[in-house]
């Protein structure tokens, strides 16, 4: 079975940068789609970036041009690299897996499978 742990998050200030990385274990990510998530307190978790077998990629309205999302086969991790950052970014966020045999992936936490335990984000100064 895939296991996922998130790490890179911390403390920043408005305009810098963090990169997360989700490292699996049990199987290779070259079988699944691969999801970056955020939940703020008191809402409802979101979709941020996601990336499918095939490299194909899409990202939430509020991040793009800010975030990418980017896959190493040979680490067996994917990365979320944080550009631009705004306090309304702060969250924690996980990343989550779905194995499938399609080329594309999805953006709603439904579709996900497999999901790791999250990482703090704070963007404040």
């Known amino acids: 079975q895939l296991q996922l742990v998130e790490s890179g998050g911390g403390l920043v200030q408005p305009g810098g940068s963090l990169r997360l990385s989700c490292a699996a274990s049990?199987?290779?990510?070259?079988?699944?789609?691969i999801g970056w998530f955020r939940q703020a307190p008191g809402k409802e978790r979101e979709g941020v970036s996601c990336?499918?077998?095939?490299?194909?990629?899409s990202n939430f309205d509020s991040v793009k041009g800010r975030f990418t999302i980017s896959r190493d086969s040979a680490k067996n991790t994917v990365y979320l690299q944080m550009n631009s950052l705004k306090p309304e970014d702060t969250a924690i966020y996980f990343c989550?897996?779905?194995?499938?045999?399609?080329?594309?992936?999805?953006?709603?936490?439904?579709?996900?499978?497999?999901w790791g335990q999250g990482t703090q984000v704070t963007v404040s100064s």
């Open positions: 989550a897996a779905k194995w499938t045999v399609q080329p594309m992936c999805g953006m709603r936490p439904a579709y996900y499978e497999s």
């Open positions: 049990g199987s290779t990510l070259d079988y699944y789609a």
């Open positions: 990336i499918g077998r095939s490299g194909w990629t």
